[in-house]
């Protein structure tokens, strides 16, 4: 079994996470993700988003301490954010044991790094770019 360990906080530190994945099976994604969504919801021109299939998180310090917005028209779309200082924070999906991680909110290097631009058709013009691949929407 090959495992990955994120580990993170908000911006005034109240709220910490640790995440454990099993990537034997499913290796994570590592997407700057530039949809309109992502950027209303970091005021950035793309979110820099970690997701991790086969996961378990552990809230390590303020677990009643963040707020979860889902976007009602969206089929999943959500953020999850330090309601002190509003520090993006990852959103677990228990049931399928996935969780989406704003890379930003790590405290250390991730072992991997991003492979593509996704939803790089809803980007804004003044949105940075390079030579990662890029995908209309998500990769097929
Ligand atoms: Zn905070
Ligand atoms: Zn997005």
New binding site residues.
Partial sequence: MSELKLEG???????AYEIKADTTNQKPKFFHCHCQRCRKATGTGHASLIIVFDASLEWKK?GD??NYYKVPEASRFATC???????ALPRYDAENRRAVVPAGSLDHEPDIKPEARIFWDSRAEWSCENDLPAFAEYPE
Wanted: aromatic share 12%; hydrophobic share 25%.
């Fill in positions: 906080s908000c911006l005034c530190g109240s709220v303020g301490n963040f954010f330090c309601k002190k200082c509003g520090g």
